[in-house]
């Protein structure tokens, strides 16, 4: 096709289909709509977006988010734990417990990985990422040979 | 890229709206034709519609009074549709295809020769014409549809569309071309036009 002809041809495509007026939206369209917007009304603030909370949940949410960020900055810069919670909050007696238990679970949690010989931890996780990939791949064989090939 | 408005306007712009139904109903023909037309997929469509229209109720108190809602809604309509084609896509080409959709087949397709009439129809009335030319442009495959309505609906330039589909300028150009005489072809071969293509 010559540059000639395909101007040709673009000019009558595009007058073409400019003079193809709006598909009818289906008549359940708006009625799917305004059901969504009652159901999003009608959810409860905490889990609509942050947009949407009430003044005081916000206020609150952002003040815990400041405390946390402030705590893990001076757990990074040395302060001890225990001192950070009594220091922040000496009222409260659990977060020391809360404190006491998350070191007690981390101390746990590192015994018993340390327990574990490397070469049972490597290969315990290659086993289950060889299982994953063996799952996936079945999957995938079958959906290939049942449904897209039907 | 309707020469004629979408929804009824006045000098000053668009109509004022009573309220968001009223909004929607100017506006819901519009959102769904461009959603259809992308995806090609009356269903896929509908969801995409609802999901554009609770995005203009969260904007409403705006949209409501601006002159470029219809603009607004367009575009999102049109990156809802090419995201959501783009997610599934995605999705699927694992388990269906390897190969990519844009790799087509043109390479193995013939060039098509193509004089073209005066117009495409003659003794049509304009709901035979309207579905005819719905039922041609389902028919193209996705990797020419898509280009071809976003240059020819939505005004966008070759480089724009490459951008947004995430291909070659070289091959938008080739697949709007391929696109329009795919769709002159249909279109002959439906009895309507004047002239037969020469392939």
Do not use: C
């Amino acid at each position: 096709m010559n540059p000639h002809e395909e101007q040709n041809l673009e000019r009558l495509v595009h007058q073409t289909l400019r003079t193809l007026p709006p598909r009818r939206a289906p008549r359940s369209l708006e009625q799917r709509v305004l059901a969504a917007i009652e159901q999003r009304a009608a959810l409860p603030w905490w889990r609509k977006g942050f947009a949407y909370w009430p003044a005081a949940p916000r206020i609150a949410f952002l003040a815990v988010a400041v405390a946390v960020v402030a705590g893990f900055f001076r757990l990074l810069t040395g302060v001890e734990a225990g001192a950070l919670f009594a220091g922040l909050l000496p009222q409260l007696a659990w977060a020391d417990t809360v404190a006491s238990l998350a070191h007690a679970t981390q101390d746990f949690v590192r015994v018993v990985v340390g327990g574990i010989p490397p070469l049972w931890l490597y290969g315990g996780l290659t086993v289950v990422a060889s299982l994953y990939a063996a799952l996936f791949g079945l999957g995938a064989t079958a959906y290939r040979l049942l449904y897209a090939n039907r | 890229m309707n020469d004629e408005p979408p929804v009824p306007t006045t000098d000053a712009g668009v109509s004022p709206v009573a309220d968001f139904t009223t909004f929607m109903r100017n506006y819901q023909d519009m959102v769904f034709s461009t959603a259809a037309r992308l995806t090609g997929n009356d269903a896929q469509a509908e969801d995409i519609s609802q999901e554009v229209f609770l995005k203009a109720y969260e904007n409403y108190s705006h949209l409501s009074t601006s002159p470029t809602a219809g603009g607004w809604l367009k575009t999102v309509a049109t990156n809802l549709s090419l995201n959501h084609l783009s997610r599934y896509r995605n999705r699927w080409r694992f388990f269906s295809e390897f190969k990519r959709d844009d790799a087509g087949d043109d390479r193995e397709a013939p060039e098509v020769e193509f004089a073209a009439p005066d117009t495409f129809f003659s003794g049509v009335d304009a709901s035979e014409r309207r579905e005819l030319l719905e039922r041609a442009l389902d028919q193209l495959p996705e990797h020419q549809r898509v280009p071809l309505v976003l240059y020819h609906f939505e005004d966008l330039p070759y480089d724009e569309i490459a951008r947004r589909l995430g291909v070659s300028l070289a091959k938008v150009k080739t697949d709007i071309l391929r696109a329009r005489a795919a769709l002159a072809r249909i279109l002959v071969r439906s009895g309507t036009g004047h002239e037969q293509i020469q392939p």
